[in-house]
């Protein structure tokens, strides 16, 4: 349960409390000076002169002319009608608007190492000696122990909000998240000084970084409140001295792999306040759950506001002895001088399946495609992969290739069940469907069960050809649904072509190839194997299809081709169909490769294309369950959407109406959460949630207590919040000096509570009632009371 401090007992409670005051007043007199200069020294004047004549001395005289002027005095405050006023007023206490900041730069954490008397206070505040704080904690802490308790005690009313780009009412500082995506620190003073317009608001306090970066300026919200002649106090959080930042954003990391792959991490390095400075960018992979690394790969690079890309490749590796993933971490050296230290590394979980890859290759003849990819790298070269192969022209005795161990094949699998019970991926070489087997019913339903083997997440490649893949294709609906481009009347033509000449393909991202056509870790040498006459041996032939269907991605181009739409022939294009994936490879001599280069890319090529066709199926440990996210990267004010696809015992939808999960969060506390199926889906989940933390996430799938499907990804600071998260003194100072406030950090609280002296609260009559003070016996014995004595003392003295 969240405490609920006595503080905000008084908070919460905005009634008015009524109070009752009397006072004194004449009524009827004149104005004060006629009463000081004339009636005074008149009456003083009379009882004077009535005793000039007596022969007393001067004593008696001047006691006597006291006790006749006192007498006198009453009879004409008597004559003034002096009255009591008695007033019913509601009492107001004195209101204080607090505002905290609430977006992602709050989650800075700082040492504050420049600064002992800051790093005491920090210290102070924390109760721990952590070389680290975040600026979140330092607000809840600073207003929960000092500032509220010390403003109630004062007799003031606090008003709590958070602010990122807009105001929020909160009860309590435990509302705090620090997930705005931007601040808008003009907008929200704004927002909330037209909401206390009318009542009786003192003051105004902002803990903040000030970093304002968005919205109305500050300084034109703190003129209005200057005008209504409200003070802003500032309370600055975060390390304050001048920035000197160097930053690692993660670009791109794969989601999940295979044991033995290549793994390519996409990071952008930029630096603030820098000047040129080198720096090197290691990447570390943990070799033991205990926290050992190995250097594995590292980047010189220059410092800089623009950023630099860099793309460090972790070798071919296992997963961590008794888990399922290769954990990776991405750092620079600290600057000399930095205060941000949080962002100066990235810490990357790619989970791996240690399964091993189940291809099924159908072929149409022994072409060249066919003799290189079955007998050399299946059959021979790659132990994670195990293929059976079926050449549909050899003869009924030929002994059909497949891996050691497994059976040759004497027909083709046909039925959905058998495709996704042994296979994870299938080839499909130049051949014409309807010969699949010599029963065409066998032939419809091998086509209907790749449809179905797809949608259960199995890989499918169509390895073109000259004669039917995909000129065939045309007719046959499933196919086509199941191709990532789209086939025309160009397609039924076939190429037309110059034979004699070898073209080379255009990468289509170049700068950041898809993991399938990235040969080598260097982006500029993967893109001269491809495209330059000095690299890979070029193509004479291509299969002409006119575009990529909507989603799919391009990652080869013809050089100079245009098709009818005007764009270059797709050559190589990757897709997902809705749960497996799909690859059209236009290209058919790959195996010319080996002249140049011998197998090194050949085998690269093929085994980064069967493993990435594989992963829909093998990135959990149970192949009928899957869990996945849009993208490995959330901004921390996003929230986050997982789906989940499940098949029951024959492969097919699910009936469950929801699935078990869980999800992790970057300290290892873990979440319940639950999948519900989407309305029409059956087999398809979905649930989300919100993070509360940056840092590396994982969710899991969990049946019967068990963990069967799992991803992981990161959530990171927004990048508006990222740009510029060094704390802004002087915008904060700046609004104190406009209105009137104080500025101060969190060392000297002190000043800030020196502004708030108790006392300041507004009172509004509800009526008053008027009672004669002189209409009493009072009255009447005070002046009798001195007129007797006058007249006891002038007998003493012998006066008539």
């Known amino acids: 349960m969240i405490p609920f401090p006595a503080w905000l007992a008084t908070a919460a409670d ?98 504050y190492n420049g600064d002992a008397e800051v790093r005491a206070s920090v210290s102070k505040l924390t109760e721990r000696q952590d070389s680290e704080v975040m600026r979140l904690e330092l607000a809840r802490l600073s207003l929960d122990k000092t500032l509220l308790p010390e403003l109630h005690a004062r007799g003031y009313e606090t008003r709590l909000y958070r602010f990122s780009d807009t105001a929020i009412p909160m009860l309590s500082t435990e509302e705090l998240t620090g997930a705005g995506h931007s601040t808008h620190l003009g907008d929200s003073l704004n927002q909330v000084l037209a909401s206390h317009r009318g009542r009786s608001t003192t ?20 003129r209005t409140a200057s005008s209504s002649g409200l003070p802003i106090h500032t309370l600055v959080l975060g390390d304050t001295r001048p920035e000197l930042n160097a930053v690692v954003e993660l670009v791109e990391a794969p989601q999940s792999a295979l044991e033995g792959d290549e793994l390519a991490i996409t990071v952008r390095v930029t630096g603030r306040g820098t ?44 997963a961590i002895f008794g888990t399922e993933k290769r954990r990776f971490r991405v750092e620079i050296p600290p600057l000399e001088g930095e205060t941000l230290l949080d962002d100066n590394e990235r810490e990357i979980s790619v989970p791996v399946s240690p399964e091993k890859i189940r291809v099924l290759y159908v072929e149409g ?21 195990d293929f059976q192969c079926f050449l549909l022209s050899a003869t009924p005795d030929f002994p059909q290739e497949s891996s050691e161990g497994l059976p040759a094949l004497t027909e083709i699998p046909t039925d959905r069940r058998t495709l996704l019970d042994n296979y994870d991926v299938i080839i499909l070489g130049d051949i014409n469907p309807s010969e699949v087997s010599p029963d065409p019913q066998r032939a419809q339903e091998f086509v209907e069960s790749l449809r179905e083997f797809v949608k259960g997440g199995g890989g499918l490649l169509f390895q073109a050809g000259e004669f039917d893949n995909p000129r065939t294709f045309v007719l046959d609906n499933t196919l086509r649904e199941l191709l990532p481009v789209s086939l025309d009347a160009t397609t039924v033509h ?120 594989a992963l829909g199926r093998l990135k959990s440990g149970d192949r009928r369950y899957r869990i996945e996210v849009p993208r490995n990267s959330f901004n921390l004010d996003e929230r986050i959407t997982v789906e989940a696809r499940a098949l029951d015992e024959d492969y097919r939808p699910s009936e469950r109406l929801k699935l078990d999960g869980v999800w992790t969060g970057p300290s290892g506390e873990e979440h319940e959460i639950t999948m519900a199926v989407v309305a029409g889906r059956p087999g398809l989940y979905r649930a989300s949630f919100q993070p509360e933390r940056p840092g590396p996430h994982q969710t899991h799938i969990e049946v019967d207590g068990k963990s069967v499907s799992s991803t992981e990804f990161e959530v990171v600071l927004p990048s508006r919040e990222n740009t510029n998260p060094a704390p802004d003194p002087e915008t904060l100072a700046a609004l104190s000096t406009l209105t009137g406030g104080a500025a101060t950090n969190i060392s000297n609280l002190s000043v800030l509570l020196d502004e708030f002296p108790g006392g300041e609260e507004r009172r509004e009559p509800i009526s008053s009632q008027l009672r004669d003070a002189w209409d009493n016996w009072a009255t009447m014995l005070a002046a009798l009371a001195l007129l007797s004595i006058e007249w006891i003392l002038r007998k003493r003295f012998e006066m008539v």
């Open 14 to 111: 905005p009634a008015a409390q009524t109070g009752l005051s009397e006072s004194f007043r004449l009524q009827e007199a004149p104005q004060a000076w006629i009463i000081v200069l004339l009636i005074v020294p008149a009456l003083f004047g009379v009882a004077w002169f009535s005793y000039r004549k007596e022969l007393i001395s001067s004593r008696a005289r001047l006691t006597l002319s006291l006790l006749r002027f006192g007498a006198l005095l009453i009879l004409s405050l008597v004559l003034c009608r002096p009255v009591m006023i008695e007033r019913r007023e509601e009492v107001y206490p004195a209101e204080v608007v607090v505002l905290v900041d609430d977006s992602a730069s709050m989650q800075r954490s700082e040492a």
């Open 494 to 613: 076939g190429f037309e072509g110059d034979t004699n000449t070898a073209f080379h393909p255009t990468l289509e991202d170049p700068g950041n190839p898809h993991e399938i056509v990235r040969l080598h870790a260097d982006t500029a040498v993967n893109r001269a194997l491809w495209e330059d006459e000095g690299g890979l041996a070029g193509f004479f032939w291509y299969s002409p299809v006119t575009r990529a269907k909507p989603g799919a991605q391009v990652l080869l181009r013809h050089p100079t081709e245009t098709a009818t739409n005007q764009e270059r022939y797709p050559l190589l294009v990757a897709g997902y169909y809705p749960a497996g994936r799909t690859l059209f490879m236009g290209i058919d001599s790959t195996w010319r490769w080996y002249w140049r280069y011998g197998k090194r890319y050949h085998e690269r090529y093929w085994r980064n294309a069967i493993r990435w066709l």
């Open 275 to 318: 000047s040129d400075d080198r720096v090197q960018v290691v990447l570390l992979e943990y070799v033991d759950e205990s926290g050992g690394t190995r250097l594995i790969a590292e980047e010189d690079v220059t410092l800089s506001e623009r950023g630099e890309r860099v793309v460090l490749v972790a070798p071919p590796g296992r």
């Open 203 to 222: 003051d105004v306090i902002i803990a903040s970084d000030g970093r304002s970066n968005g919205g109305t300026p500050a300084l034109d919200a703190a």
């Open 365 to 385: 003849y022994p072409r060249w495609e066919y003799r290189r990819l079955a007998l050399d790298l299946l059959k021979r070269a790659d132990e994670n992969i």
